[in-house]
């Protein structure tokens, strides 16, 4: 889910404002307040203290659910990890009707999902949580990371078998030239880097030329 203004303004913008605590659900409260806390001041930005008080709770309050901050920003990757898995899968939909159209539409989606989910992808690739600490968190990771293998996977088998690399090599190159692009060209937030063309297009050529170095006819 993105939060829109409205949401940040609590709505009525009545007494609880954008940062009270009253429906109940303290963990997604806080959840809510990480999102809101990354978009402004980065992964690295803020402190447990800070999402307490954004969800208007005492400092005490959020270790009813998670251990610390670093908890509960991995618990915000995994969940971004889990929408950005669910987008890619859509977009990939196992190839049809037509391959390179489908793997279009896979990059497209990653560029989409930075530019629409900026305050998740940062949770999700600059918080610096390690995946080893959080079993769920590394495996939500991985999810995602097999539908762009699964792309490469089908990929190689239009390279000549004599220079067909391993899928694991592609899909790691694919993955490096989409998120470098979306990174640094195509993100939802202040990041941004200005370029003189759509990031998507960028994209589709730098793709273009790496599979035609593998000798993939664009045709194909």
Known sequence: MRWTKGDRDGGSGGPAGPRGYHHGNLKEALVRAALELIAEKGPAGFTFADAARWA???PAAPYRHFRDRDELVADVARRGFDLFTAALTKAWDDGKPELMAA???L????LDFAKHQPAYYSAMFEAGVGLDTDPQLRAASEAAFAVLRSA?????VLVPPQGRPPALMVALHV???THGIASLFGRGDAARRALPMPPEELLEAAMLIYLRGLGISPGR
């Open 56 to 58: 208007g709770v005492s």
């Open 103 to 105: 793997f279009d539409r």
């Open 107 to 110: 990059g497209r989606a990653y």
């Open 152 to 156: 490469a996977e089908r990929m190689v």
């Open 175 to 177: 993955w490096s030239m």
